[in-house]
Each structure stands twice: as structure tokens, then as C-alpha cells.
């Protein structure tokens, strides 16, 4: 049996790459279109660190286009997850390395720990 494993990376606005791989992306718009079964995410993003407020132009700019990012990560998720429940896909998994080590659902004795 022949298997094929597609890998790609993200940029800077789309930083898990997953839009190559979401189903249905038709191979007449884009030479990015793949026919997968499933897909795994590995996300070791910058994480979701609280920001300083302020009413200064600057950090309202880089605030805005932080949401906006963190919005473009969600929905990408969020479609492929909509891709298996509908069939599309066999399965999507996502691990996701940036998570804050208090904020794991189950303590892990040998955890290497973030620098923060």
C-alpha cells in the first residue's frame, strides 16, 4: 500500500499553513490543492500571552492585528474540524505546544517546562 504524507508551513498571517490542506480546494484556482484523509497540526506558536492596554495608536495597531491573528488560527482549526464531523476528512488532530503549563487539563510529572 503506497501512503503519502503532504507537509507544509505557515507564514506570517496563516501560521499553522493549513488552507493547502483543507478538503475541497479545487486544483483549477490553486496547484495547492491536495486530496488528504487526514491531517495533523503541530502548533508551536507564540501562545496566547496577556497584552499590555493602552490608548496610544501603536499598541491599539498591534493589538488589533494580534485578535485578527489569533482569529485567522481559530478558524482554520475550526474547518477542519467541521471537515471530519462532515466526512471530508478521516480525522484532524492538533497539538498545540504553546499552551501555558498551568493551564494543562492533566499535571505530567516529566514535563519539560516553558520559559516564559
Known amino acids: 500500500m503506497r501512503r503519502t504524507v ?12 493549513l488552507a493547502p490542506l483543507r478538503p475541497g480546494r479545487s486544483p483549477a484556482h490553486t496547484a495547492h490543492a491536495h486530496d488528504l484523509d487526514c491531517v495533523i497540526a503541530v502548533d ?10 493602552s490608548a496610544l495608536t501603536p499598541f491599539r495597531l498591534a493589538r488589533s ?6 482569529r485567522t488560527q481559530d478558524a482554520s482549526r475550526t ?3 467541521a471537515a471530519t464531523e ?11 505546544l ?9 499535571p505530567l510529572d516529566d514535563l519539560v517546562r ?3
Open 114 to 116: 516553558r520559559a516564559v
Open 6 to 17: 503532504e507537509m507544509t508551513d505557515g507564514g506570517v498571517y496563516e501560521n499553522l499553513g
Open 86 to 96: 462532515h466526512g471530508q476528512l478521516r480525522g484532524f488532530v492538533h497539538a498545540y
Open 44 to 53: 508551536a506558536g507564540r501562545g496566547r500571552s496577556p497584552k499590555p492596554t
Open 65 to 70: 492585528f494580534d485578535i485578527t491573528y489569533n
Open 98 to 106: 504553546a499552551m501555558r503549563d498551568e493551564r494543562l487539563p492533566v
Open 79 to 81: 474547518q477542519l474540524n
